[in-house]
């Protein structure tokens, strides 16, 4: 056999022992690569001063060069993924629609109508996840077409839970900005908040804001006006999920102003399940239902204690469990920030509008991201918090240091930040040592020492 | 200032024009800036103050100890070196090493008179590396027509000059380094072949031994074939190793020669290392990566790991690569430049020493440090493909076991842990191609295993 055909051989015997058979499986128990992510366009409105898809500011003219493929070619290619797991009996339980922004365009409705059908056609209730920086909700027909989809879904049972990336009005002024030269105060505006929580009251749809070097000196003040306005629309005050941005250009008073804001976020957060729990309950009652999220909180103890969540896989976030498309050109990368041509993992053969095999481009890479473990890496391997770390974005690594598995020592600081600070907050309510004991050894001798180190 | 503490060696650009074409190298010839950079480079050697400055920045006064000169074929600039070694041994009062690898296509005396050229306030290793890679249908094929027997010669008339130079104070080594391609490999196993390549490299060896009247060259008799790296190895390369390792260990065991020793030392060598150091592995990780970006670095305009990326920066190169597709592995490097991998390693690799701060300098390390003093994620990456090519077939069904799993992944990533190549061809310094681990996963490392452990 040929090196080709033999890399060829090895990539389906790796696919097929992971997504292929999770797919053919959606409701065995411990499915884990059940997630199919399909990545439409890198154009968007805004140029987020984090965002590395953007076209302005980040690396988007390198991760999906705009323009490359037309919405007819787009949909197209939804057609011939979702015929050739239809084909397979292939089932991903959920399918995530990225991009850009998916809902400021009436073309990407068209193919998460798809996605939707894909699922009533199978007649799977599968859950379609769109986030969305939500700028579509200034135009009544888009509302109206998502709101169709969300219903049609619905009445089949298929969920199409829409994710709100916004920052808040503090933060968005400063992280957010429309690519067009307009009033900012006027773009962001209070009628546009109130539109945007009264679409997810509506629609059940979560927050993730994103905790970023830039906007971190205004994010108390953001935090707030973010619970004003769940309490203005009757949302539950954790319906947030916040996520520090894992780019280089943390510095030392940023890290330090991170640690301030985690502070106080993580004594708001006791006092609001205060006023609902007797004080001499709280404190172990705090421990057990949030920081170890439980059905009380709705699982969310709003992204707060990530770190010290013990997960299945290498990695936090979704890297390894989700098989991600690129529908320009139906190539499979790592994930939608290593989808950079020099990473590509494989594609997918098109013959007559059918898929009809594989091809491995960088395997070798692909394999890598699919079967690493971060607490393994280069300079994590003997960092004393690793047990205790949600670890870095493979993404941003490979932008900033230019290896996807090497740190970024800016971030690495902001994850003992986040550390420390947990650690006084247990400590300041007397809990440490119960904390301690609900951790396995690993975590637990992390903990201690680190403990130990801050007292010296 | 001195930007780096840990750099013993330089790797210098000494050479950017060859007069050979050989099939299996990553230069392409046919372009005009090698030609124009080769001029440059002669330039700065007489100016002998563009290369000291580039030292000078770099490493301690006292720390430099070897000087390399790499490139492409360094015996084209070596007369113009005399005054740079003059100013060298001044600037740098340790060093007292120089090593340079050669086609032997120049005169031999090019060589030679170098060495008797050199300071004679210092007593250097001059360490020559032959490029000679077999019998002529071995040699001609790589390195062009008409080349076997004036390369000979000049490897003996070069052993003869540096006999007669007087009052030689410094130390002379020369080992042959044959590079063979896949196919020549396999070709070797057929008829006599193989005992004709020892005996090829013994009837030279003679010869040199003759020619070393005063025995002022120390001469190593390691003849064995070393392969194209990298290149698209399949299953059946491992097994094709596997049988030449134990067609050369039986050769070896029936003492034909009267010099070559026919052994493949070389792999045996990787495993005695690990048993006997593999405690240090995950603690002194740097013990068993080469010394690029770590004890060495490259040095042209720009700091880099080794000689291996002397190329790498310039566009016109790289157009040059894209047309010249008749060299081994080529393909592979027109994807590496198209994918934008070779982009990467431009962007990661490399600063430029005019300009250049500590905090460059710093940022340079930190991505180099990552490489020589981590090993868990290498050999961990290793493991599962290994895993993963054992399930179907690619490996030998032994190394479905973990502990075998994992002696091939350490054997592998130290026989082939060149962070350029593997960034250059992955995508991560981190990840060896795993064509290495079908090459010893078929066979190799289980006859290797044995002969370690019959010792």
């Keep these: 056999m040929s090196y080709e055909g033999e890399n060829k051989e090895l990539l389906k015997s790796v696919l097929e022992g992971t997504f292929f058979d999770d797919f053919k499986n959606p409701d065995r128990e411990g499915n884990l690569f059940g997630t199919l992510e399909i990545q439409l366009t890198s154009q968007c409105n805004l140029k987020c001063s984090y965002c590395y898809y953007s076209n302005v500011v980040g690396h988007g003219k390198e991760l999906n060069k705009p323009g490359v493929a037309t919405w007819d070619q787009l949909g197209k290619n939804t057609d011939i993924l979702f015929n050739w797991l239809k084909e397979n009996n292939y089932i991903p339980k959920t399918i995530d629609i990225f991009s850009g922004d998916s809902l400021i365009f009436k073309q990407s409705h068209d193919i998460i109508r798809k996605a939707v059908q894909f699922y009533i056609d199978i007649g799977y209730k599968g859950s379609v996840v769109v986030p969305s920086n939500m700028s579509f909700i200034r135009d009544p027909e888009l509302v109206k077409s998502i709101e169709d989809i969300i219903a049609l879904g619905a009445e089949h049972g298929v969920s199409v839970p829409i994710s709100a990336s916004i920052d808040g009005k503090f933060a968005d002024k400063i992280t957010r900005l429309p690519v067009k030269n307009v009033d900012i105060d006027e773009y962001y505006s209070d009628e546009f908040y109130d539109d945007v929580f009264a679409f997810c009251k509506r629609n059940h749809a979560g927050f993730h804001p994103m905790i970023s070097s830039e906007n971190i000196h205004v994010w108390k003040d953001n935090f707030v006006w973010f619970q004003s306005m769940f309490e203005k629309y009757d949302l539950a005050w954790n319906n947030v999920y916040l996520l520090e941005v894992r780019n280089e250009g943390w510095t030392k008073e940023t890290i330090k102003q991170y640690g301030e804001f985690m502070s106080w976020t993580l004594n708001f957060t006791y006092n609001m399940i205060g006023n609902s729990v007797l004080p001499s309950n709280l404190p172990k009652y705090y421990v057990d239902n949030f920081v170890f999220s439980s059905e009380d909180y709705r699982g969310s103890s709003m992204n707060l204690f990530n770190n010290i969540s013990i997960i299945g896989r290498g990695i936090g976030c979704s890297l390894q469990t989700t098989l991600f498309v690129k529908m320009s050109d139906l190539t499979c990368n790592s994930c939608h920030r290593l989808s950079y041509d020099a990473l590509n993992g494989f594609k997918f053969v098109v013959k007559d509008d059918k898929i009809i095999d594989i091809e491995p481009l960088n395997i070798t890479f692909y394999m890598a991201t699919l079967t690493f473990e971060h607490k393994a890496l280069p300079y994590c391997e003997n960092c004393l918090i690793k047990h205790l770390c949600s670890g870095g974005c493979p993404g941003a690594q490979f932008e900033s240091v230019g290896d996807a598995f090497t740190p970024i020592p800016s971030v690495c600081l902001l994850q003992h930040m986040k550390l420390k600070t947990q650690v006084e907050f247990f400590k300041r309510l007397g809990v440490f040592n119960y904390v301690v004991s609900k951790l396995n050894s690993e975590l637990a001798l992390t903990m201690i020492e680190v403990e130990r180190m801050s007292n010296e | ?455």
């Design chain 2, 1 to 455: 200032m001195n930007l780096t503490t840990t750099g013993v060696a330089a790797e210098i650009f000494a050479a950017s024009w060859c007069n050979l074409d050989c099939a299996y190298c990553s230069i392409p010839k046919h372009n005009q800036m090698i030609k124009d950079k080769h001029q440059e480079i002669i330039r700065d050697i007489i100016a002998v103050t563009p290369i000291i400055n580039r030292l000078r920045k770099l490493y301690e006064k006292d720390q430099l100890v070897t000087i390399s000169h790499w490139g492409s074929e360094p015996t084209l600039t070596l007369q113009y070196f005399d005054d740079f070694y003059v100013e060298a041994v001044k600037e740098f009062p340790n060093l007292n090493s120089i090593q340079l690898s050669s086609n032997f296509m120049t005169r031999p005396g090019i060589i030679s008179k170098f060495i008797s050229n050199l300071p004679l306030d210092r007593e250097f290793t001059i360490d020559v590396q032959m490029s000679l890679d077999g019998e002529s249908w071995v040699t001609e094929v790589n390195r062009g027509e008409g080349t076997t027997i004036p390369i000979q010669n000049n490897i003996v008339q070069f052993i003869r000059d540096v006999n007669a130079i007087k009052d030689l104070k410094h130390e002379v080594k020369v080992h042959f380094k044959p590079t063979m391609s896949k196919d020549q490999y396999e070709s070797l196993l057929t008829g006599d072949k193989l005992e004709d390549h020892y005996r090829f490299f013994d009837q030279l060896l003679i010869r040199m031994y003759d020619a070393n009247i005063d025995r002022k060259v120390s001469i190593s008799n390691d003849c064995d074939p070393t392969l194209v790296c990298p290149d698209k190895y399949t299953k059946r390369d491992g097994q094709v190793l596997s049988e030449f390792y134990k067609a050369v260990n039986e050769l070896g065991s029936r003492n034909l020669y009267k010099y070559a020793v026919p052994s493949f030392s070389t792999y045996y060598g990787t495993i005695d290392r690990v048993m006997k150091y593999g405690n240090e592995l995950f603690t002194k990780s740097r013990m068993f990566t080469c010394s690029a970006g770590d004890t060495q670095f490259g040095i042209s305009e720009y700091v880099q790991p080794c000689h291996d990326t002397f190329y790498t920066p310039y566009d016109e190169v790289q157009d040059a690569i894209r047309n010249d597709l008749g060299r081994i592995n080529s393909s592979r490097e027109v994807d590496n430049l198209d994918s934008g991998r070779t982009k990467n390693t431009k962007r990661t690799m490399f600063v430029k020493i005019e300009g250049i701060t500590q905090q460059k300098m710093d940022k340079f390390q930190y991505f180099m440090r990552g490489f020589h003093d981590f090993y868990k994620f290498r050999v961990s990456f290793a493991v599962s493909v290994i895993f993963a090519m054992a399930k179907c077939g690619q490996v030998n069904p032994c190394y479905k076991n973990k502990d075998m799993a994992t002696l091939l992944a350490i054997f592998a990533t130290n026989r082939h842990s060149c962070l350029t190549r593997n960034n250059e061809y992955t995508g991560s310094m981190h990840l060896t191609d795993p064509a290495y681990f079908k090459l010893f996963g078929n066979g190799l490392l289980e006859q290797i295993i044995e002969k370690g452990l019959s010792k």
